[in-house]
């Protein structure tokens, strides 16, 4: 437990020598001025337009940050070979790849939170209203990246960094799509294709759980029963790929 | 990987059979059901079932790595 800790902490260490952080704080900066640039335009629901905007951009970072430190969390040892003197010490890979992995859930987490917390204060005072209910979306989205990034490190014990990365998109992409979309459109123009869509959802979890933006932005009331069941399966499921991506790993020929 | 992809294919089997439209792990909806799945009652049940679907594959694949090992 120790080691696995000492080498989430080091991949702590390699991303802020990489600037993530800096990064963090532009999305922060824009998190910032976007309530308040959306109601300047004057728009009759200006509330619902801002949480939507911010919520969406929360979004789209959680997905380009999940999938973008997955596919990094394993190629830059095995490309440099810094991996074998570290598996040379007395340290199982299991343990190697779940302190990876916890460092990228932990770091993402950190970023969102920090950005969260910087969009809630934003919509407050912009709003003149509490937003603390946004928190929930946030912790979706956290939920959300860390999925995809466990994803990516799955795919990335075998590929490298790109395949990991079409792979990781193609699975949120298809797993996001809605039964209503798939019914209503795609199945009357191309039914081979939703027919796949189909197969496919049957294997890969389904990210449109976590998406409760909607509900959030027009203040629909969310069952605790709903949301506690939202964290159990997201929860579940990234345990389930993390091991997957420990036992895939372990059969690596290094 | 014969016992991953074997298991895979029984899930899916299971899934087909299933008259409701819904599979343990993932395809939720009955064809007709609306697209925001917070708004359907009997979700947060569906969604703890495919957990638990999902927790006993875990608990059978580890039981099986670990004997294979």
Redo the contacts between chains.
């Keep these: 437990m120790k080691k696995l800790l000492k080498i989430a902490r080091l991949y702590h260490v390699e991303m802020a020598r990489r600037q993530v952080y800096l990064m963090a704080a532009l999305a922060g900066a824009c998190m910032a001025v976007v309530p308040f640039a959306v109601t300047s335009f004057g728009m009759g629901a200006f509330e619902r337009a801002s949480r939507d905007v911010c919520l969406t951009l929360l979004g789209f970072l959680s997905v380009g940050l999940g999938i973008g430190l997955g596919c990094s969390a394993l190629a830059p040892d095995l490309e440099r070979r810094t991996l074998h003197p570290l598996l040379a010490r007395p340290m199982p890979r299991s343990t190697y790849l779940w302190g990876r992995l916890l460092g990228v859930i932990t770091l993402l987490g950190g970023v969102l939170l920090a950005v969260g917390a910087v969009m809630i204060l934003a919509c407050s005072i912009a709003l003149r209203e509490s937003e603390l209910p946004l928190l929930l979306g946030v912790a979706a989205c956290w939920l959300e990246g860390a999925l995809l990034a466990a994803i990516a490190v799955l795919v990335g014990t075998r590929f490298g960094p790109v395949v990991s990365g079409v792979t990781a998109t193609f699975a949120w992409l298809v797993?996001g799509l809605?039964?209503?979309?798939v019914?209503a459109f795609l199945s009357r123009s191309n039914q081979f294709a939703a027919g796949m869509v189909?197969?496919l959802?049957?294997?890969?979890?389904?990210f449109?759980?976590f998406h409760?933006k909607?509900?959030l932005v027009h203040r629909?009331p969310?069952?605790p029963?709903?949301v506690?069941?939202?964290f159990?399966?997201g929860l579940?499921?990234l345990?389930?790929v993390s091991?997957l991506a420990d036992?895939s790993f372990s059969r690596r020929d290094l | 990987m014969r016992w991953l992809l074997a298991m895979l294919l029984a899930l899916s089997l299971s899934a087909a059979a299933r008259a409701d439209g819904t599979s343990p792990l993932g395809v939720y909806y009955h064809r007709q059901w609306a697209a925001a799945p917070w708004h359907l009652p009997g979700m947060p049940a569906t969604m703890l079932r495919d957990s638990a679907v999902l927790c006993g594959l875990l608990v059978g694949f580890a039981l099986w790595r670990r004997r294979s090992q």
Excluded: R, T
Excluded at chain 1, 178 to 181: D, K, L, M
Excluded at chain 1, 201 to 206: A, D, G, K
């Design positions: 797993g809605s039964a209503a979309y019914d189909y197969a959802q049957l294997v890969i979890p389904h449109q759980m409760v909607n509900a629909d969310l069952s029963a709903y506690g069941a939202m159990c399966y579940v499921w345990v389930f091991y036992w």
